[in-house]
T-cell receptor
Framework: GQQLNQSPQSMFIQEGEDVSMNCTSS?????WLWYKQDPGEGPVLLIA?????ELTSNGRLTAQFGITRKDSFLNISASIPSDVGIYFC???????????FGTGTSLTVIP | ETGVTQSPTHLIKTRGQQVTLRCSSQ?????VSWYQQALGQGPQFIFQ???????GRGNFPPRFSGLQFPNYSSELNVNALELDDSALYLC????????????FGQGTRLTVV
């Protein structure tokens, strides 16, 4: 199946710092979703990207397609302790609402 | 809160047994997808139900089966449980079968011993 690779695998940052992570695939996606997952919980949708070239924001989070549309980026500004968790990217499989998920980026925020 | 609820939250079963997991989709959503998430990995797609019919399946054996009911709630059934079936099972609901936003429940943690 499709492989989505996320980098970095893990990040340790100081509270207040900005964060940037990315996700790459071997295929072009027309939709990207970014999720955050806390331990033992289901993923929570952060941002949905439908239009290449546009920056989509949700509070301190921004995301966009990469130039090739085989990648996507998520940025978090002024990180806070509750940003701790695992961030997953997801792209659609075939033409249905079936998503491939990335390998995840684990974020730790040090107060 | 997504409005997607799953039950039970935790379950312990013995190898060879059968298990049924349940999911209530978000109000207004007619599509339910099931995912398996092993520890330390991203969710893996099992199958999707759209308007009570299976609408796509991932690389899972036939002993993984499902149902969707007229109220769009759904069940995931796993027969002949194996130790490797131990995972967090996630249900996601969405409107329509296209690549739109999917909202997840809190998951069911299944442990097979």
């Amino acid at each position: 199946g499709q492989q989505l690779n996320q980098s970095p695998q893990s990040m340790f940052i100081q509270e207040g710092e900005d964060v940037s992570m990315n996700c790459t695939s071997s295929s072009i996606f027309n939709t990207w979703l970014w999720y955050k997952q806390d331990p033992g919980e289901g993923p929570v949708l952060l941002i949905a990207l439908y239009k290449a070239g546009e920056l989509t924001s949700n509070g301190r989070l921004t995301a966009q397609f990469g130039i090739t549309r085989k990648d996507s980026f998520l940025n978090i500004s002024a990180s806070i302790p509750s940003d701790v968790g695992i961030y997953f990217c997801a792209g659609p499989q075939n033409t249905g609402n079936q998503f491939y998920f990335g390998t995840g980026t684990s974020l730790t925020v040090i107060p | 809160e997504t409005g997607v609820t799953q039950s039970p939250t935790h379950l312990i079963k013995t190898r060879g047994q059968q298990v049924t997991l349940r999911c209530s989709s978000q109000s207004g959503h007619n599509t339910v997808s099931w995912y398996q998430q092993a520890l330390g990995q991203g969710p893996q797609f099992i199958f999707q139900y759209y308007r009570e019919e299976e609408n796509g399946r991932g690389n899972f054996p036939p002993r993984f089966s499902g149902l969707q009911f007229p109220n769009y709630s759904s069940e995931l059934n796993v027969n002949a449980l194996e130790l490797d079936d131990s995972a967090l099972y996630l249900c996601a609901s969405s409107l329509g079968w296209g690549p739109t936003e999917a909202f997840f429940g809190q998951g069911t943690r299944l442990t097979v011993v």
